[in-house]
């Protein structure tokens, strides 16, 4: 089974992070209203991060990591993260 951190960009542009064993179920539920309560007055939200991790404790551990960046440092991840999407698509 595979764990992932994730971050979502939300409606107001705040960011928000959390953890799953499955992506799109989650997001859906975050843009379905019942995701986090951080989420639902912020919808809808979009996927810009996530990691995928072998189990829970490291994707817990990662997500508790990214919690204590400050917005800018966030920011500066999910960039790095589409960059280094793009690379992967191009080969």
């Not at 799953?20 to 859906?28: A, F, G, S, W, Y």
């Not at 951080?38 to 490291?58: D, I, M, Q």
């Amino acid at each position: 089974m595979m764990y992932f951190t994730y971050i979502l960009r939300c409606a107001d542009d705040t960011l928000y992070c959390g953890y799953t064993t499955d992506l799109e179920r989650r997001i859906k539920s975050h843009n379905d209203g019942f995701g986090a309560k951080y989420t639902r007055s912020r919808r809808p939200v979009e996927l810009v991060y996530f990691e995928g991790f072998s189990s829970k404790s490291l994707a817990l551990k990662r997500e508790y990591a990214i919690k204590k960046l400050h917005k800018k440092a966030k920011e500066q991840l999910i960039v790095k993260h589409a960059q280094n999407s793009k690379k992967t698509e191009e080969i």
